[in-house]
């Protein structure tokens, strides 16, 4: 199952975009802004007191960032991330969907002791499978606050 989990958004400065969101949409801060060194990003994750996803603020670390040159073109929609309860199974899918696999599996900073995984698809579309499992950015946990 592919459930929509957040956004990814390039920008160039974390804090004062997420201040930007917090006023004109309302969102709040629900993580710290997390280095991740494999992924060569700064990230922070906002959500709408009631939203059922996230988007995720993202920043390259440094000029030698992968994402460095797609800010110099204008940022903005990065990607899409879909929370998964079997990666591989839906590793395949998306394989069997004509979508190409540019990262394997890999251990997730923002979410520690589960894995991402990335592909494209031919029409340019950036994808992130995520593993599900537990912890404060989780869709399982985000369904038990509600309850």
């Known amino acids: 199952m592919l459930a929509l989990h957040h956004v ?19 969102y709040v801060a629900e993580s710290l802004i997390i280095t ?18 996230w988007i995720e603020l993202i920043s390259p670390i440094g000029n030698e960032s992968k994402l460095s040159s797609s800010l110099r073109k204008g940022g903005g929609l990065h990607h899409l991330c879909y929370e998964v309860t079997d990666l591989p199974t ?3 899918k998306l394989r069997d969907e004509q979508m190409l696999m540019i990262c394997s599996p890999v251990p997730a900073a923002a979410f520690p002791g589960r ?4 592909f494209m698809g031919r029409d340019r579309l950036l994808v992130e499978l995520l593993e599900s499992g537990p912890g404060p950015l989780s869709l399982i946990n985000m369904s038990k606050k509600r309850s």
């Open 90 to 92: 839906a590793c395949e």
């Open 36 to 53: 991740d060194p494999v992924q060569t990003a700064h990230v922070q994750f906002l959500r709408q007191p009631e939203g059922g996803n």
């Open 8 to 26: 990814g958004y390039l920008v160039d400065n974390i804090p004062l975009t997420a201040r930007s969101f917090e006023a004109r949409f309302g």
């Open 115 to 118: 894995n991402i995984a990335w």
